[in-house]
């Protein structure tokens, strides 16, 4: 059934009435929708993001990429260099048609020209092999038992296969093949490759090939070091990042032969640890495998290690996020607090006007019928007209004052000043009010206390402010002690009642401007909430503090304290601006 028109207005009202009514609701609902809801929503995408990163590992894909075609540019490049060599050491090789005397001296002299040859040796179908030897090596049983091994292993091999092997030769590009094998030293396992080759300048006819090996401990110590450094060096040198490590291993990695866990050779900062990606050398050094890596890291820890930061950042992100959200949140709900107190402030300030206007126009409007017998009456009519004018200044004074601190015109003029007679003049003017609400009065004032400089209206305004106060929120026990002395370096001003206190979690908020606490008999009494503003604004300006003690029921204690010695200046407008 439709609701009837009736109902309906009841109802968009009382929302219409929530939704304008609690402006804390407003921008809760504001804040809730417009930022927290795409922030928290961004979040939760970005951890999920990083989350997928993290199964996916498309960085470390990349990365092992990367290795891969650095791997196979540094095959290329070793191969090169090894070509490279084996080609120069070719063009020197001696004639087959040279006298052999001449044949033996230069091979020897190639020996002695490349230090990172073992061997040297050239075939000939009909003379057999001619083998050269690092002379000073051959005092090593292993090097000398390998020059034997090698010769006899190259003669019976070729004494068949010359031919197949001298075309197949031909047939090759750089016309070089390759033949790589163990080798055995004192320290265990090397590992030699053999060079073969036709000669040059001679014809292709002629079963004659060249051979050359390089040297074990040639290869480990010098040539796979040197060449792997270099190839870091120029990688690290092209785009930077994180610094690699690479190495040469003899046979699979992974797999569990005796010489995978030992690396042949490796670049300075080799560390201990398996490499990333590795690849099969084919060709020049088949047999061996070459392995690279980050140098001390891997390419699981970087990848952990970016999560770990992402994460981290996110993580610092939105903190920063909600930390902002809770100050925008906490600023927002001050300022409708105070446009709260300050439409409070208005109608309190209306009424505190219009009750003292209405009672001396009363009074006044009596007196002046003329019909008031008695003189008693008629002083008594004086008397509340007086005071219900000097209420009005003092209110209007306050109101005023508080618009200069506002507008940060406020100057204070300070003087010497005998504080005991200024507190005992102000007093005084006040005696018959504090007589008159019935109050018992207690005052000390220390009278050998030093001139000072203050603001004199200034600080009578504060006293009366705190006077005030007292006397209005009294309402059993009526005491008021006012005490001025002077302790430590300083003078103290203090005003005590014995009337309703302040909560404990009110006694800072008195204080701020328009706060008026949630008593009920403070919201029976007139007020502003400007006085203690007002005060804590004098006492700063003159250097010093107000401070208040209070216990609900039992009575406040509002202490001013003054420096004794002062240097004269005007505190600068913003620094002694009231806190809203
Ligand atoms: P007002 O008195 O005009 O409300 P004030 O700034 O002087 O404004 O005081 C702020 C609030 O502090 C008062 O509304 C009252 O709740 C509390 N207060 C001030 N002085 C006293 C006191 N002597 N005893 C109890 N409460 C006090």
Redesign the pocket.
Known sequence: MEPSSGERTSWSDRLRKVWTGSNRLRLMLTLELAVMLPAAALIYLNFDQLKSMKRDKVLEAAIHRDFQQMLAIAEKQINQKAYTVTEGIRDQFPSPDAEKADKVHKLDWILSEHPELGHVFLFEADRGILMRSQPERMNDPYFFEEHHRLEKQIRGWFTFEAKTMVEALHKRTRRIAWFAEQGKRADGYAYITTAFFPLPRVSKDRLVIGGATFDADYLKEKFFPEMLDALIAYKLGEDGGNPLAMVVYAGDPDGDAGHASKPLAASARWTEGKPEVSRNFADVFTGLTLGIKFQGTSVDALGRSWVERGFLTLGVLSLLLVGGLVLTYRSVSKEVALARLKSDFVS?VSHELRTPLALIRLYAETLELGRIKGQTKVEEYYRIIRTESERLTALIN?ILDFSRIEAGKKEYDFRQTDLAELVRNTLDTYRAQIDEHGFAFEQSIDSSIPPVQVDREAIARSLV??V???L???DTEKFLGVKLYRADGVLKLE?V?H????ARN?QAK??E?F?????LL?HN???????????RHIAHAHGGEVE?E?TPGK??K?TLTLPLERAIQQPANDAVRMAG
């Open positions: 309190n306050n402010n705190l005030n106060n007292s209005k929120y009294s005003v009642d009337g309703i206190g302040i009110e008195v204080f401007k706060y008026r606490a949630g008593n403070v009494t007139k007020g502003s909430g400007l006085g203690l503003s007002l005060v208040v209070s009575g406040s509002f």
